[in-house]
């Protein structure tokens, strides 16, 4: 492989931004003009094809070729003969996203990954264009090669079969963009019924700045009353100076106490005080209700606290149980089937709260959006 951009490549991020902010005029005149674009929930992953020669690499640089055969070979079949490409792997059943399910494709076996490269198919959305031919574009403003992009990309033929699976004939697309604000906001409030986590505002004056948050990411702000059922120690807990890692959280459905994710954002001294705060809630496994699962030792639709997946090979899952009677009030951004999809954000006790009142039926339901429809803008 021989091309004028040549990996490893960090890509280029983003920083956070209120929706209040980088939808104004003022962002826009301040950094130049904005394009902006749906921020996909997938494995950021740059391109790099020399002919048929292709490799996929992940946002830390690592290999993610061997585990995506069915991307490569739509690649070999859809993209121009020499290019790099900044963009995102995701997996998508029926109309929506499917984080978990994309993180399955990562597995050792060949077998399973060929399998599951058939059952559930990845696709790959390209947003930026590093290099074309024999030509570095890293140097370009991003306007340019946003326009060089879609020229190169607007030939796109359809691969030999459409997949059963998502009913689509191209694994690889072209993400839409706009100018106009207002529209990106409307994005922003729709998208995410199709599992879309966001809107990623891009200067058009900008030169591609790998490893620099260079861009804005818009992602939505909630917030939900969980039940605090436990906690884990931090790995630089010892038995003279306990320290809290994460709270775990729960939500009650249909009775049962469901596990729905973490709480993990605190210094040093905080992590000492919620161990002896919490102290006089620690209670025996049998009589917690997360006890029956203990005995599952492998990972589950659920991913319960204590079990192992492939994911967490190696790492301490034990927690210590708590009885099921504090409150906390969370920031979260979107949910991931029935989980926060990243730790959530606490902000404070909730003592007026019943824990037995902390229900699903509090979390807000994006709209359905067709995912067909955001990747034809």
Not at 4 to 33: D, W
Not at 69 to 92: I, N
Not at 182 to 191: I, M, N, P, S, T
Request: glycine share 6%.
């Amino acid at each position: 492989m021989d091309l004028p951009v040549m990996p490893p490549v960090l890509p280029m991020l983003a920083k956070p931004a209120k929706a209040s902010v980088a939808f104004s005029p003022a962002a826009a005149e301040k950094l130049g003009g904005l394009a902006f674009e749906p921020k996909w929930d997938g494995f950021r992953c740059l391109v790099f094809k020399d002919g048929d020669e292709v490799e996929l690499a992940s946002r830390n640089t690592k290999p993610l070729t061997r585990y995506f055969p069915e991307v490569v070979e739509a690649m070999r079949a859809q993209l121009p003969e020499r290019c790099v490409l900044d963009g995102e792997v995701f997996v998508a059943i029926g109309d929506r996203l499917q984080f978990e399910v994309l993180q399955e494709r990562i597995h050792p076996a060949v077998s399973r990954v060929t399998r599951l490269s058939q059952e559930t198919p990845a696709e790959y959305v390209a947003f930026d264009l590093l290099a074309l031919g024999d030509e570095s574009l890293l140097d370009l403003p991003y306007a340019d090669r946003r326009a060089r992009l879609e020229e190169a990309l607007s030939g796109l033929a359809p691969v030999a079969t459409t997949s059963e699976a998502t009913g689509r004939s191209s694994r690889v697309h072209l993400t839409r963009i706009t100018t106009d604000p207002v529209e990106a906001e409307g994005w922003f409030e729709r998208f995410e019924g199709a599992g879309l986590d966001g809107v990623i505002a891009k200067p058009l004056t900008a030169a591609y700045e790998p490893n620099k948050r260079a861009m804005l990411k818009v992602k939505h702000e909630r917030t939900a009353d969980v039940v605090v059922a436990g906690y884990r120690l931090h790995k630089t807990s010892t038995d003279e100076k306990p320290l809290l890692g994460s709270l775990l959280l729960g939500l009650y459905d249909g009775g049962e106490l469901q596990h729905i994710g973490v709480a993990a954002s605190f210094t040093a001294a905080r992590r000492a005080e919620l161990v002896d705060q919490l102290a006089p809630l620690v209670c025996d496994i049998a009589d917690h209700p997360w006890g029956r699962w203990q005995e599952l030792l492998t990972a589950n639709p659920d991913r319960v606290p204590g079990t192992q997946s492939r994911w967490s090979q190696g790492k301490d899952l034990s927690f210590v149980p708590l009885r099921p009677e504090l409150v906390l009030e969370v920031g979260y951004d979107h949910m991931e089937g029935r989980r926060f999809r990243h730790t959530a954000q606490f902000k404070r006790w909730r003592p007026d709260r019943d824990p037995a009142s902390c229900g699903y039926d509090q979390l807000e339901e994006p709209v359905s959006y067709d995912l067909s429809e955001v990747l034809s803008g």
